[in-house]
């Protein structure tokens, strides 16, 4: 499975790697700290170039923005999407 994994702090990649090592291989989990470079590697790589992608994660609060703004965001353009889950 590929993951991207917004987080506040890159130091915690190790431990978030090892939680989800029933999920996904450790190399194919992105991690970025702001919903700009997350929108940036959406588009770049997932849109431009269509590698896969099977599910965005992100921890609450990113550099003063939650997380509920930036799936707005995703989920006004359904054309760029085929699916998007509700936040747990």
Known sequence: M???FILNNFWETDT???ALADL???DSIYFVDSYF???TFINKRIVDKQEPLDLI???NKIGGEIAL???NKLSA???RIYQIATLI
């Open 2 to 4: 590929r993951i991207l």
């Open 16 to 18: 978030i790697r090892n």
């Open 24 to 26: 996904a291989e450790k």
């Open 37 to 39: 470079e997350a929108e």
């Open 57 to 59: 994660i992100s921890q």
């Open 69 to 71: 703004d930036f799936l």
């Open 77 to 79: 353009e359904p054309t």
